[in-house]
């Protein structure tokens, strides 16, 4: 210690520098620890993730183009069979128009 009453430490957590006045307990200085770059990664381990991320994304947009051109094909047999429904059913009667089912929901068509 020195003649002042102030503490000189070392932060276990973070490694930073304090110097603590012993009287009052108020921190007088703080210098924050030098990091190292980059998370203290080489260059090798940077680069080795940049190619592990190109990887993974890679793999992400092929899996997605995938399902979207199985997704073209669905759509397409779904159309096939509502259009061949479609060509089968030719019905007669005419298509039910708006206003005849607010009729029929209130009871009013069968008075008409």
């Known amino acids: 210690m020195s003649a002042d009453k102030s503490l000189r430490l070392n932060c276990p957590e973070c490694s930073a520098e304090l110097v603590i006045d012993s009287a009052?307990?108020?921190?007088?200085?703080h210098e924050a620890a030098q990091k190292a770059p980059a998370g203290g990664k080489t260059l090798e381990s940077l680069m080795q993730g940049l190619?592990?991320?190109?990887?993974r994304v890679e793999g992400i947009?092929?899996?997605e183009?995938?399902?979207?051109?199985?997704?073209?094909?669905l759509l397409?047999?779904?159309?096939?069979?509502v259009m061949?429904?479609?060509?089968?059913?030719d019905d007669e009667t005419p298509p039910l128009r708006p206003l005849d089912l607010d009729g029929?929901?209130?009871g009013d068509a069968s008075s008409k």
């Open 24 to 29: 009052t307990g108020t921190i007088l200085y």
């Open 51 to 55: 190619e592990d991320d190109k990887n």
């Open 61 to 63: 947009f092929e899996r």
């Open 65 to 73: 183009k995938a399902a979207l051109a199985d997704q073209d094909r």
């Open 76 to 81: 397409d047999e779904r159309f096939r069979e």
């Open 84 to 89: 061949s429904r479609v060509d089968e059913g």
């Open 104 to 106: 029929a929901a209130h």
